[in-house]
Every structure is written in structure tokens, then in C-alpha cells.
């Protein structure tokens, strides 16, 4: 008999005990758990979506004109990438996309059932694959620290049944960039498509944003999210674009689901992503963060790298014990952060700290640890994980 599916508790309910320890500080927590915008979107882009008029009527499940428009011209004046309008489609938030696109992939291929996803990464590309009654395969990082593909660890029977290989770049949570050709040249040579999910690329700090899409559209997709460029996390928007022919399959079976973004919704999103400014300065506002907290970090004999991109410090835990250093850093500083085994069984010595509170509650943090001067930690040894 086939064992019902018991969905695992979401990571971040894990997280109760270690905050409540970061309740019991004067001036409150500072969570830096979740990737989730704290700053104010473009005022701009609410007035669209407030004067839409587009309430009363079904909006297009592919995707207003307006908002495929944008999103076009977005991915041609960021990254070079000329598509024509048959190439996009419109999502309800990229964290559906991930999750359903094993389910839609699957019907077209029933032969297929492989998911191949980063060992290191955002743990929905992995449950997408449950949820569709296909077996996740983690891909072995091609860095130490977890970030990138060793695409030449892929097992040839796992890639003979692969429905698509996700890449996240630049990653989270590590902030590490992936070889975007490499790829797409082992997609193409195996006939696997290749999704990549691209929503911290404006936050790329290596050199500039970079696409999928700049290697040619045959057999690849881009994802794009308003979640974190334009910090519309609450209003679920986001588009894909790429292959012609899988971007027609996602759209006409995501039409029969009834899977639509809201005509306000799309009015706002075809607005923001007219616009570069206001991204420009989210851009500054995570890099001074990320500065601080890894200044405040290393300072405790933390070493926190600042990240290729993201706005996530990845930081390797002393003692290799990723919730000691979480619950340290609850305990003396009042910051809530995951440990690293959400994204990963094999890196349960890492920490993830998420650049997202204002600079003020940054500060607060640091003003905690340096009056403690210590995290308490030893250079050895490992806590059961909670």
C-alpha cells in the first residue's frame, strides 16, 4: 500500500522557541529569518494599481498587454534579451510557479518524473516535486560553501528522466552565482528544460545582472518575480518567458487551473516594471545592510562573506552547528535567522541572515552583541537539531 502524504512542517514554524528568545529583548525582535520586503513600495505603483478600473472584469490569465509589455521591455533594457509576445506568460507570485511547474511538466511527460534541483536552496523547488508525485534529486553544489551545479555529478538515469533542472541564480541562500551557459548547453544536450529562477537579479553585486535568457530561449525559461525588486511580496506577481513552445503549454494549462493575477494587480506590476530607479535604490539599501550585518557578524568571529548577490548573508556557524548559532544570535542580539539545514540536509553548519529590516533595527542588533561581546560558542561539537 502506497503511504499517504504528510506534508513536513513549513521551516520557518520551526523557528518558535528561538523567538521567543528574541521577544524577551527591549525594543523587540529583529527578524532576519524571512526574505520578506520591509520597505515601501514606489508610490507610483500603488496609484496604479488603485486607478486600474480593471475590478469588475476576469483579467487575462496569460497576462495583461500592459504587463507582458513591461515585463519585455524590462527584460531587454536590464539584460539585452529581445522576446517576442508569445514568449511571456504571467504568474500568481513565483513561489506557485516553483510549486506547480513539476505537476503541468509532468502531464505533458508522464515518462518523466525526475525534479533536479540545487542540494543547497529554496526547499519549494524540492516539495513542488512531492507535490507532484515526482522524486526530487538534488544536484551536489559545485562550491564548497553550497552554491553553484556540479552538473557532471547528475547521475545519467536521473538525467534520462529528468523533467526540468531548476537553477537559482543568484542563489539563495548562499548569494553564489550559477553558470547560466552551462547550464543551458547541459538542458539542451540532455532535453531537459531548464528553469531559472532569477528574482534577486537585480541584486547581483558581481558584475552585472545576468539572464538564462542571454544564451538563446531554445529549451530554457526565465522566472521573474515583483516579490523582491519592487517590494510587492503581497500582491503575487510575477511572469515567466523563454521557450515559445513551453511558455504556450504553461500559459493554456495554467488557463484551465484559473490561475490569474488581479487586474489591479497587473496594472501595478506592468508600472514597477517600467521603472529602474526605484529599484536602484532598494539596490543600496540591501547592500548597506548586508554591510553592516556582516561587519557586526565577523567582528564575533563570524565570517560572513558579502554575497555575490541576494541580499542574505551566509554565514558559516563555529562549530559547524548552524542552530547554536541561531539561537546565539536570538539570545544576545534579539535577531531571528534560519539555520542552514532549511535549505539543505548536508549544511546544517550555516546560518541564513536576511538583510530585510530597516537599517534603525540593524543597528539595534549590533548595539545587543557589542554590549555582550561574545556569542558564547564553541569551536567544536554539535546540538541535536530542534
Same mark, same amino acid.
Request: glycine share 12%; hydrophobic share 40%.
Given at each position: 500500500?502506497?503511504?499517504?502524504?504528510?506534508?513536513?512542517?513549513?521551516?520557518?514554524?520551526?523557528?518558535?522557541?528561538?523567538?521567543?528568545?528574541?521577544?524577551?529583548?527591549?525594543?523587540?525582535?529583529?527578524?532576519?529569518?524571512?526574505?520578506?520586503?520591509?520597505?515601501?513600495?514606489?508610490?507610483?505603483?500603488?496609484?496604479?494599481?488603485?486607478?486600474? =478600473?480593471?475590478?469588475? /472584469?476576469?483579467?487575462?490569465?496569460? +497576462? !495583461?498587454?500592459?504587463?507582458?509589455? $513591461? %515585463? #519585455? *521591455?524590462?527584460?531587454?533594457?536590464?539584460?539585452?534579451?529581445?522576446?517576442?509576445?508569445?514568449?511571456?506568460?504571467?504568474?500568481?507570485?513565483?513561489?506557485?510557479?516553483?510549486?506547480?511547474?513539476?505537476?503541468?511538466?509532468?502531464?505533458?511527460?508522464?515518462?518523466?518524473?525526475?525534479?533536479?534541483?540545487?542540494?543547497?536552496?529554496?526547499?519549494?523547488?524540492?516539495?513542488?516535486?512531492?507535490?507532484?508525485?515526482?522524486?526530487?534529486?538534488?544536484?551536489?553544489? =559545485?562550491?564548497?560553501? /553550497?552554491?553553484?551545479?556540479?552538473? +557532471? !555529478?547528475?547521475?545519467?538515469?536521473? $538525467? %534520462? #528522466? *529528468?523533467?526540468?533542472?531548476?537553477?537559482?541564480?543568484?542563489?539563495?541562500?548562499?548569494?553564489?552565482?550559477?553558470?547560466?551557459?552551462?547550464?543551458?548547453?547541459?538542458?539542451?544536450?540532455?532535453?531537459?528544460?531548464?528553469?531559472?529562477?532569477?528574482?534577486?537579479?537585480?541584486?547581483?553585486?558581481?558584475?552585472?545582472?545576468?539572464?538564462?535568457?542571454?544564451?538563446?530561449?531554445?529549451?530554457?525559461?526565465?522566472?521573474?518575480?515583483?516579490?523582491?525588486?519592487?517590494?510587492?511580496?503581497?500582491?503575487?506577481?510575477?511572469?515567466?518567458?523563454?521557450?515559445?513552445?513551453?511558455?504556450?503549454?504553461?500559459?493554456?494549462?495554467?488557463?484551465?487551473?484559473?490561475?490569474?493575477?488581479?487586474?489591479?494587480?497587473?496594472?501595478?506590476?506592468?508600472?514597477?516594471?517600467?521603472?529602474?530607479?526605484?529599484?536602484?535604490?532598494?539596490?543600496?539599501?540591501?547592500?548597506?545592510?548586508?554591510?553592516?550585518?556582516?561587519?557586526?557578524?565577523?567582528?564575533?568571529?563570524?565570517?560572513?562573506?558579502?554575497?555575490?548577490?541576494?541580499?542574505?548573508?551566509?554565514?558559516?556557524?563555529?562549530?559547524?552547528?548552524?542552530?547554536?548559532?541561531?539561537?546565539?544570535?536570538?539570545?544576545?542580539?534579539?535577531?531571528?535567522?534560519?539555520?542552514?539545514?532549511?535549505?539543505?540536509?548536508?549544511?546544517?553548519?550555516?546560518?541564513?541572515?536576511?538583510?530585510?529590516?530597516?537599517?534603525?533595527?540593524?543597528?539595534?542588533?549590533?548595539?545587543?552583541?557589542?554590549?555582550?561581546?561574545?556569542?558564547?560558542?564553541?569551536?567544536?561539537?554539535?546540538?541535536?537539531?530542534?
Amino acid at each position: 500500500m502506497t503511504p499517504r502524504f504528510e506534508p513536513p512542517p513549513y521551516p520557518y514554524h520551526r523557528l518558535g522557541a528561538l523567538a521567543e528568545l528574541a521577544r524577551a529583548h527591549d525594543g523587540g525582535m529583529v527578524d532576519c529569518s524571512v526574505g520578506t520586503p520591509c520597505d515601501p513600495p514606489a508610490g507610483f505603483v500603488v496609484e496604479a494599481m488603485a486607478g486600474s =478600473g480593471t475590478e469588475r /472584469g476576469y483579467p487575462e490569465s496569460a +497576462g !495583461s498587454a500592459a504587463f507582458l509589455g $513591461a %515585463a #519585455r *521591455a524590462m527584460l531587454e533594457r536590464r539584460f539585452g534579451v529581445a522576446l517576442e509576445p508569445d514568449q511571456l506568460g504571467a504568474c500568481v507570485g513565483t513561489k506557485e510557479f516553483v510549486a506547480s511547474l513539476a505537476q503541468y511538466l509532468h502531464l505533458r511527460d508522464p515518462g518523466r518524473d525526475v525534479v533536479l534541483f540545487p542540494a543547497v536552496s529554496y526547499p519549494t523547488y524540492a516539495m513542488g516535486a512531492l507535490l507532484a508525485g515526482c522524486r526530487p534529486v538534488a544536484v551536489a553544489p =559545485g562550491a564548497p560553501d /553550497g552554491s553553484g551545479l556540479d552538473l +557532471g !555529478s547528475v547521475d545519467a538515469r536521473d $538525467a %534520462a #528522466r *529528468a523533467l526540468v533542472l531548476w537553477v537559482n541564480s543568484p542563489s539563495n541562500p548562499t548569494g553564489g552565482l550559477s553558470d547560466l551557459e552551462a547550464a543551458t548547453e547541459w538542458g539542451r544536450a540532455h532535453g531537459v528544460p531548464v528553469v531559472s529562477d532569477e528574482c534577486y537579479a537585480e541584486f547581483t553585486w558581481s558584475g552585472r545582472p545576468r539572464s538564462i535568457l542571454e544564451h538563446g530561449t531554445e529549451g530554457v525559461v526565465a522566472l521573474h518575480s515583483l516579490s523582491k525588486r519592487s517590494n510587492l511580496a503581497g500582491l503575487r506577481a510575477g511572469f515567466f518567458a523563454g521557450d515559445r513552445e513551453l511558455v504556450r503549454y504553461l500559459i493554456e494549462v495554467r488557463r484551465h487551473a484559473g490561475l490569474m493575477v488581479a487586474g489591479p494587480v497587473q496594472a501595478a506590476a506592468a508600472a514597477a516594471l517600467a521603472d529602474d530607479g526605484h529599484v536602484a535604490a532598494q539596490r543600496a539599501r540591501y547592500h548597506e545592510r548586508l554591510a553592516l550585518l556582516a561587519e557586526t557578524l565577523g567582528a564575533l568571529g563570524c565570517p560572513a562573506p558579502f554575497p555575490e548577490g541576494g541580499f542574505y548573508l551566509w554565514v558559516r556557524a563555529p562549530g559547524d552547528d548552524g542552530w547554536a548559532l541561531a539561537e546565539a544570535l536570538a539570545r544576545h542580539g534579539g535577531m531571528l535567522t534560519s539555520p542552514g539545514e532549511f535549505y539543505g540536509p548536508d549544511r546544517p553548519g550555516y546560518v541564513r541572515v536576511a538583510a530585510v529590516q530597516p537599517m534603525e533595527r540593524l543597528e539595534l542588533v549590533r548595539s545587543r552583541l557589542e554590549a555582550v561581546g561574545h556569542l558564547g560558542l564553541p569551536e567544536g561539537g554539535r546540538r541535536a537539531p530542534r
